[in-house]
């Protein structure tokens, strides 16, 4: 059974940084040949598509969305069969609960835009809160 486990959230002070981790099992392929995205969702907002990593024709492409532009980073780990969000100098408007979601390749991550009903497999999430 495909499961992912997103770890790595926590309290931050503004301006400060965390790094999230998503571990995947049960994937056929491994994670590294799914299309990847983080999303997160904030008290009383929509769930919102953060960043995205391609796979098959546009393998190794990357989406942001503009406001974590600079200061998210997504990332693969193929031998530990996770991946990573790095985020720096945070802001408060960051706090939400983060999840990742896979989707199969050639789906979910396109150019310049995230569609999240795509995403088949999704994490339980993890809580950022930013502040002071």
């Known amino acids: 059974q495909e499961q992912l486990v997103e770890s790595g959230g926590g309290l931050v002070q503004p301006g400060g940084s965390l790094r999230l981790s998503c571990s995947a099992s049960g994937f056929t392929p491994a994670l590294d040949y799914w299309a990847i995205a983080w999303f997160r969702q904030a008290p009383g907002k929509e769930r919102e598509g953060v960043a995205c990593m391609s796979v098959g024709v546009g393998r190794g492409y990357s989406y942001y969305v503009d406001s974590v532009k600079g200061r998210f980073t997504a990332s693969r780990d193929k031998a530990e069969n996770r991946v990573s969000l790095k985020m720096d100098n945070l802001k408060s408007e960051d706090t939400a609960i983060y999840y990742c979601?896979?989707?199969?390749?050639?789906?979910?991550?396109?150019?310049?835009?995230?569609?999240?009903?795509?995403?088949?497999?999704w994490g339980q999430g993890t809580q950022v809160t930013v502040s002071s």
């Open positions: 979601a896979a989707a199969p390749a050639g789906y979910g991550c396109h150019r310049g835009h995230l569609s999240a009903g795509e995403f088949e497999y």
